[in-house]
């Protein structure tokens, strides 16, 4: 049974579910990141839904682009389903602390015309902890800037930083 799907899936349904109660903004974005343990930048689209006062849902996913290092080929995501609490929420800023689950997924696979092709896959589940900062500078764009470390074997620490638009 491939858990990728489903796991997405399940992240998808709290979304749309809880966002249907939410008394704020829903916000949907996009972000570049940056990992420690893969050494590289990402791609990601995140979404928050707001659950109550000071307290959302946000589910992201980042796709770290393709490195090679001594012929080795490695594809990198993460998919995250975190929480985050804003303990600071003014006009003009919200800062919030982050913890959640992650699932990473690694490829690695080598292509030589002498000993042939090989790969191989794993996937694990992690948490995450950090914080974040809101910069809402007025209108539908909220830019925004994170930092988490993902507690899995070997750890990451992962920067990231978007926008956020209000739907």
């Not at 997405?8 to 704020?24: D, E």
């Not at 916000?27 to 940056?34: N, V």
């Amino acid at each position: 049974m491939n858990l990728k799907p489903t796991f997405l899936g399940i992240l998808i349904s709290f979304g749309i579910a809880f966002s249907a109660q939410a008394q704020k903004e829903t916000h949907i974005g996009a972000m570049l990141a940056y990992g420690s343990e893969i050494e590289n930048i990402g791609i990601g689209v995140n979404a928050e839904f707001p659950m109550m006062e000071n307290l959302s849902i946000s589910p992201s996913f980042i796709y770290y682009f393709p490195k090679e290092e001594y012929g080795l080929k490695v594809n990198w995501f993460e998919v995250n389903a975190n929480a985050n609490y804003y303990f600071v929420n003014q006009e003009n800023m919200g800062v919030y602390a982050l913890g959640g689950l992650n699932y990473s997924s690694v490829k690695v696979s080598y292509d030589d015309a002498w000993l042939g092709n090989y790969s191989a896959s794993d996937g694990r589940f992690g948490l995450n902890l950090g914080g974040g900062v809101n910069f809402k500078i007025g209108g539908k764009i909220t830019p925004f800037a994170e930092l988490k470390y993902v507690i899995i074997e070997e750890g990451q620490l992962v920067a990231g930083a978007g926008v956020k638009f209000s739907l």
